[in-house]
């Protein structure tokens, strides 16, 4: 494996320089293509544009732009300076880029687009070591004049790449040169994650804590020469950002699109990629949609849906526990499953075959004709869209990880994915589950989940108190997350140490399984389960306003006034009995976890103010955001 990111690109450029390593829509709607040859060219003429510009080894440019072809071709050109990127996307705030800009001492920053130059103006006398803006998209005479009114020197991305191929003509070799002195150890990213905590933290990482994990990936989410991936999540992010590293070392191509359900689907129509790297909640979308979808139908499709999604649940649970693909903790339990499942399994193949041939390849066709499979990172997927995709033959598997880790912990293999877990660890790291005391715990034991390997970080930028308090001196990074083991060493997750709830009466409870599940429901789109030293569980519902307008008018109330049908009493009990129902006894819910009191919400949750870039709840904007709701959920 080559010891640094642009090497790699250099490697697989020599490799297959025709094969597409790009797909950018254009003006017209066409995808525009990037050979892997051009690809490269394009980073040696860039990287030679930014030293002429002064960028040297070691120094920190700032990125803010989302998922584009740009972005890599920024990104890998930086890196073959041996400097280092600073990421964020176009979503963050302007206290969010002044910071992340000044703390990494950035004297250099490539921006996307207008907006994202007027954050930068507003916050100007906080950054007086950035000099030098480069644009990706245009920028207007007025914010032009304004940046050099700012003492900004302002460049274009076709600026840089010409001035960096004119340098190239008259020094050949030089920028191969330059390439080649990196080394593995130099530092490739400074990604600044809040997550949902709040407390800015810089992730140093370096090239080998993501090349490590190009040993073993390869062989989890086969991806072949000229295939092709549909790429959607903000790459400034690790996980989006190891996903396209996994597809550039199998000289595959990057699709872009974008995480909106219309286009997304069309894309997969057009582009037939193999493999789609996303967020939980862009799984769910999709779920909803079919079931909305099937809804809208009704008569005779709904009812054959619905019959056969609830023989392939069943097939499937019974194949899971015959082929050993569910978690086992006890000597006994795969025999277990053998006898229980060899039966209805087998009785239910022909049903399960004429509901694939009848239904399920329908569901399979909105994908495209090559698709793989998907893969699920950023966060909990929750179980019941888990076992509908599986279910219905389309591969989703699960992958754990943090920024600290650049990102991959693990991740389910294709080829042989056991159900609930997150898979074993990747070769070039080792996993652990202790307990408070610090001693590793047994197998089928919650505990912290602890990680050491050469995937974890080098530390938290100009941190150290910071990086000391997760990462021990012998290496080990205590992720914050609640894990047990199975036998043969998978990995489940059980939420996160700081979210447990501890109620009055001393209970601990993790709200990661209740709102899972309680998101389950139709007529719910997000859940926060609260209480913290309460006496009781309270929960902030957000609604799903399409099934509830739908359910409402079946049920002939009025829905002009969405804020008057969400206070109708009606409404109030259909949400208590869909709660009621889902965190029961017969759920394995104990009674004091049920939900005694709930708020609904009318407005969904937004990336930037309740949510992270990961589409993860930030819990801690919470309190201030919907104060008065949580307010009367313990009154």
Same mark, same amino acid.
Request: charged share 25%; proline share 4%.
């Given at each position: 494996?080559?010891?640094?990111?642009?090497?790699?690109?250099?490697?697989?450029?020599?490799?297959?320089?025709?094969?597409v390593?790009?797909?950018?829509?254009?003006?017209?709607?066409?995808?525009?293509?990037?050979?892997?040859?051009?690809?490269?060219?394009?980073?040696?003429?860039?990287?030679?544009?930014?030293?002429?510009?002064?960028?040297?080894?070691?120094?920190?440019?700032?990125?803010?732009?989302?998922?584009?072809?740009?972005?890599?071709?920024?990104?890998?050109?930086?890196?073959?300076?041996?400097?280092?990127?600073?990421?964020?996307?176009?979503?963050?705030?302007?206290?969010?880029?002044?910071?992340?800009?000044?703390?990494?001492?950035?004297?250099?920053?490539?921006?996307?687009?207008g907006?994202?130059?007027?954050?930068?103006?507003?916050?100007?006398?906080?950054?007086?070591?950035?000099?030098?803006?480069?644009?990706?998209?245009?920028?207007?005479?007025?914010?032009?004049?304004?940046?050099?009114?700012?003492?900004?020197?302002?460049?274009?991305?076709?600026?840089?790449?010409?001035?960096?191929?004119?340098?190239?003509?008259?020094?050949?070799?030089?920028?191969?040169a330059?390439?080649?002195?990196?080394?593995?150890?130099?530092?490739?990213t400074?990604?600044?994650?809040?997550?949902?905590?709040?407390?800015?933290?810089?992730?140093?990482?370096?090239?080998?804590?993501?090349?490590?994990?190009?040993?073993?990936?390869?062989?989890?989410?086969?991806?072949?020469?000229?295939?092709?991936?549909?790429?959607?999540?903000?790459?400034?992010?690790?996980?989006?950002?190891?996903?396209?590293?996994?597809?550039?070392? #199998?000289? &595959?191509?990057?699709?872009?699109?974008?995480? @909106?359900?219309?286009? =997304?689907?069309?894309? *997969? /129509?057009?582009?037939?990629?193999?493999?789609?790297?996303?967020?939980?909640?862009?799984?769910e979308?999709?779920?909803?949609?079919?079931?909305?979808?099937?809804?809208?139908?009704?008569?005779?499709?709904?009812?054959?849906?619905?019959?056969?999604?609830?023989?392939?649940?069943?097939?499937?649970?019974?194949?899971?526990?015959?082929?050993g693909?569910?978690?086992?903790?006890?000597?006994?339990?795969?025999?277990?499953?053998?006898?229980?499942?060899?039966?209805?399994?087998l009785?239910?193949?022909?049903?399960? #075959?004429? &509901?694939?041939?009848?239904?399920?390849?329908? @569901?399979?066709?909105? =994908?495209?004709?090559? *698709? /793989?499979?998907?893969?699920?990172?950023?966060?909990?997927?929750?179980?019941?869209?888990?076992?509908?995709?599986?279910?219905?033959?389309?591969?989703?598997?699960?992958?754990?990880?943090?920024?600290?880790?650049?990102?991959?912990?693990?991740?389910?293999?294709?080829?042989?994915?056991?159900?609930?877990?997150?898979?074993?660890?990747?070769?070039?790291?080792?996993?652990?589950?202790?307990?408070?005391?610090?001693?590793?715990?047994?197998?089928?034991?919650?505990?912290?989940?602890?990680?050491?390997?050469?995937?974890?970080?080098?530390?938290?930028?100009?941190?150290?108190?910071l990086?000391?308090?997760?990462?021990?001196?012998?290496?080990?990074?205590?992720?914050?997350?609640?894990?047990?083991k199975?036998?043969?060493?998978?990995?489940?997750?059980?939420?996160?140490?700081?979210?447990?709830?501890v109620?009055?009466?001393?209970?601990?409870?993790?709200?990661?399984?209740?709102?899972?599940?309680?998101?389950?429901?139709?007529?719910?789109s997000q859940?926060?389960?609260?209480?913290?030293?309460?006496?009781?569980?309270?929960?902030?519902?957000?609604?799903?306003?399409?099934?509830?307008?739908?359910?409402?008018?079946?049920?002939?109330?009025?829905?002009?006034?969405?804020?008057?049908?969400?206070?109708?009493p009606?409404?109030?009990?259909?949400?208590?009995?869909?709660?009621?129902?889902?965190?029961?006894?017969?759920?394995?819910?104990?009674?004091?976890?049920?939900?005694?009191?709930?708020?609904?919400?009318?407005?969904?949750?937004?990336?930037?103010?309740?949510?992270?870039?990961?589409?993860?709840?930030?819990?801690?904007?919470?309190?201030?955001?919907?104060?008065?709701?949580?307010?009367?959920?313990?009154?």
């Open positions: 494996m080559e010891i640094t990111l642009p090497k790699l690109l250099r490697r697989v450029a020599a490799e297959h320089p025709a094969t390593a790009q797909y950018t829509r254009n003006a017209q709607g066409e995808f525009d293509e990037v050979s892997f040859a051009d690809f490269y060219r394009i980073v040696l003429d860039y990287a030679a544009g930014l030293k002429v510009l002064g960028t040297s080894r070691g120094d920190h440019v700032g990125l803010i732009a989302d998922n584009r072809k740009e972005w890599f071709h920024t990104s890998m050109a930086i890196m073959a300076l041996g400097a280092a990127d600073v990421p964020r996307g176009c979503d963050a705030t302007v206290r969010e880029i002044s910071y992340i800009l000044s703390f990494s001492e950035c004297r250099t920053v490539v921006l996307e687009n907006a994202q130059v007027q954050k930068i103006l507003e916050t100007r006398a906080e950054m007086p070591l950035l000099k030098s803006i480069i644009m990706i998209d245009a920028l207007s005479g007025d914010l032009l004049s304004a940046c050099r009114d700012a003492h900004f020197t302002v460049y274009t991305y076709e600026n840089v790449i010409s001035l960096g191929s004119e340098f190239r003509g008259k020094n050949p070799g030089a920028m191969e330059e390439l080649e002195k990196g080394v593995a150890d130099e530092i490739a400074v990604i600044f994650t809040s997550g949902t905590t709040g407390e800015p933290k810089g992730v140093m990482l370096s090239h080998d804590n993501f090349l490590c994990q190009l040993e073993e990936l390869p062989s989890r989410i086969p991806l072949n020469p000229g295939e092709r991936a549909l790429c959607v999540l903000p790459v400034w992010h690790s996980f989006e950002r190891m996903c396209e590293y996994v597809i550039i070392n #199998a000289a &595959g191509g990057i699709i872009y699109s974008k995480p @909106i359900g219309s286009i =997304l689907l069309a894309d *997969f /129509v057009k582009m037939n990629p193999a493999l789609m790297p996303s967020v939980p909640r862009i799984w979308s999709v779920y909803d949609g079919i079931y909305r979808a099937m809804r809208k139908k009704g008569g005779i499709s709904l009812a054959l849906f619905s019959f056969f999604v609830s023989v392939a649940l069943v097939h499937a649970r019974c194949e899971r526990a015959v082929k693909l569910r978690p086992i903790f006890r000597p006994r339990q795969r025999l277990t499953g053998i006898l229980w499942g060899s039966l209805p399994w009785a239910l193949s022909p049903l399960r #075959a004429l &509901g694939n041939l009848l239904v399920f390849t329908k @569901i399979q066709a909105k =994908l495209g004709k090559n *698709f /793989v499979g998907g893969v699920s990172g950023g966060g909990a997927l929750p179980p019941n869209i888990d076992e509908f995709f599986w279910a219905v033959g389309i591969n989703v598997v699960e992958g754990y990880g943090l920024t600290e880790t650049a990102p991959v912990v693990s991740v389910r293999p294709f080829s042989r994915p056991v159900f609930g877990t997150i898979g074993t660890p990747i070769s070039c790291c080792e996993v652990k589950i202790v307990d408070d005391r610090g001693k590793e715990v047994a197998c089928g034991v919650k505990g912290t989940v602890m990680i050491r390997g050469r995937n974890v970080m080098k530390g938290y930028y100009n941190k150290g108190e990086t000391a308090r997760v990462l021990s001196s012998d290496g080990w990074l205590d992720t914050g997350d609640l894990g047990l199975t036998r043969a060493g998978e990995i489940i997750l059980r939420g996160r140490k700081k979210d447990t709830i109620l009055r009466g001393g209970e601990n409870i993790e709200p990661t399984p209740l709102e899972m599940k309680i998101n389950e429901s139709r007529y719910i859940s926060v389960v609260m209480g913290q030293d309460q006496r009781y569980l309270g929960a902030l519902i957000v609604v799903n306003r399409d099934e509830l307008v739908g359910w409402a008018e079946e049920n002939a109330l009025e829905t002009g006034d969405f804020t008057a049908l969400l206070a109708h009606q409404v109030k009990r259909l949400y208590e009995t869909e709660i009621a129902d889902l965190i029961s006894a017969k759920n394995g819910f104990k009674l004091f976890e049920r939900i005694n009191r709930f708020a609904l919400l009318e407005k969904p949750f937004e990336q930037g103010i309740e949510l992270s870039a990961k589409q993860e709840i930030m819990r801690y904007r919470l309190n201030d955001l919907y104060r008065k709701d949580i307010k009367q959920l313990f009154e």
